[in-house]
């Protein structure tokens, strides 16, 4: 049996912490299982580490900031390889570099194309623990990359289905997938289960267990996927395809700050605008969200989006510096915005979900300013300063409570 283990920071900030995950690992080996452990950083070092570079230079090369992020793995898989000696454990640490864990170019968000699987496989056959830096690849020119905030969860599930692993469990702070974030809303409930198209939306709409990357490989590679704690048994949330015949109509509600409206107003109705438009915002490689588009009226019509809050100026500046080619006469903005969203594979057949959404946020008082949909979600956009409440209310709506 082979399992690939990831645990997150919280779960190695600390020597104590480091030697707990080694404990846990070290039950699974004795029971005869090839490992291959996985970690983030410790605790807040990718921070810590933005911060140093920030303080150097505002504006860091991205290449060296890389340079700089991979090292926090490093530094983690390096320590639990010397906790492991110290109990007798073979095992071997090993970076992106040394597994060979292939990228595509771009720094600071580049994706994981392929990996090799030979050095890992022959320090398994050595029975050794393998041990592998998350969060980071290397490129072709051989410089390192990094996979995004959050990557780490992206690198084990890779390695699962390279691997060919039995498993991949993602060991974090919390007990597994709850039906909203329970420091909000206090009434939220673990999941059993859930499947990989819920748990991609949420993941993506701002439900922080997982890298929304990592649930779209194990989907693609139909790696079965856990979510459980690091610092207690209980048996987590098992993320798979979906099998409930009858399942509730909504699984889970997410919220996400870190969301920017942008409006370009007073462009001119025609074909080809809204192609020029998201073209300028692609090439800075910058993710838009929802989309908006008001109807023409005298010729002319606005576009309104979201993008992550962090590259919301960059795409501001690229609007204002191609409006006059745009034909548009003025960009609007507004960064006090967040996005709550409800999803569920029930609500595919059941009609009137969205209504009660909008109905529930209706009676609390809150205004939508946007909306998108897909067959298993409905996603609004409200103020920020609502989100808590929204929330609240949408968990209550929908019975999400035990
Ligand atoms: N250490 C990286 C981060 O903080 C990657 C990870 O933890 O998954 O984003
Ligand atoms: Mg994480």
Redesign the pocket.
């Known amino acids: 049996m082979l399992t690939v283990k990831k645990f ?2 919280t779960s190695v900030a600390d020597k104590e912490r480091i030697y707990n995950v080694a404990r846990r690992c070290e039950k699974a080996y004795r029971r005869g299982e090839s490992l291959i452990v996985v970690l ?2 410790m605790g807040k070092q ?1 921070d810590v580490l933005i911060d140093m570079a920030k303080e150097i230079n505002p504006n860091p090369p991205k290449r060296e900031l890389d340079m700089l992020l991979t090292t ?2 490093q530094t983690s898989v390096a320590l639990l390889a010397m906790a492991f000696d110290a109990m007798g454990i073979p095992s071997i640490s090993l970076n992106a570099y040394q597994v060979a864990m292939h990228t595509t170019r771009v720094h600071g968000n580049a994706r994981l194309k392929r990996i090799d699987t030979d050095r890992i496989s022959h320090e398994l056959e050595a029975k050794r623990i393998v041990i592998v830096t ?2 980071q690849g290397v490129n072709k020119y051989d410089d390192y990359t990094t996979l995004g ?5 992206t690198t084990a599930v890779a390695l699962a289905a390279a691997m060919h692993a039995d498993v991949c469990e993602i060991y974090t702070d919390v007990d597994g997938v709850y039906t909203a974030d329970p420091r909000i809303v206090k009434k939220a409930r673990k999941m059993k289960e859930i499947s990989y198209d819920e748990m991609l939306d949420l993941a993506t709409l701002g439900a922080g267990v997982l890298h929304n990357r990592s649930v779209e490989l194990a989907k693609k590679y139909s790696v079965p996927l856990v979510v459980r704690s690091s610092l207690n048994d209980s048996e987590g949330t098992v993320i798979k395809e979906a099998t409930k015949v009858e399942g509730m109509l909504v699984s889970g509600v997410a919220a996400e700050k870190n969301a920017t409206r942008i409006s370009v107003i007073g462009l001119e109705d025609k074909p080809g605008v809204a192609f020029r438009l998201f073209d300028l915002i692609a090439r800075a490689q910058i993710n838009v969200d929802m989309i908006l588009q008001s109807i023409g009226r005298d010729g002319s019509k606005d576009i309104s989006f979201t993008v992550p809050e962090d590259v919301a100026d960059e795409a501001i500046k690229i609007l204002e510096d191609n409006k006059a080619s745009l034909g548009a006469d003025k960009i609007d903005f507004n960064k006090n915005v967040a996005k709550v969203s409800i999803v569920g594979t029930g609500m595919m057949s059941a009609p009137g979900v969205a209504a009660r959404m909008f109905e529930c946020l209706y009676n609390s008082r809150i205004n939508i300013n946007m909306i998108s949909t897909s067959e298993i979600r409905v996603t609004v956009l409200i103020n920020e300063k609502d989100t808590e409440r929204a929330m609240i209310a949408i968990h209550d709506e929908f019975g999400l409570e035990d």
């Open positions: 997150g920071g983030s950083a990718t926090g793995e998350g969060f905030r959050g990557g780490s969860d």
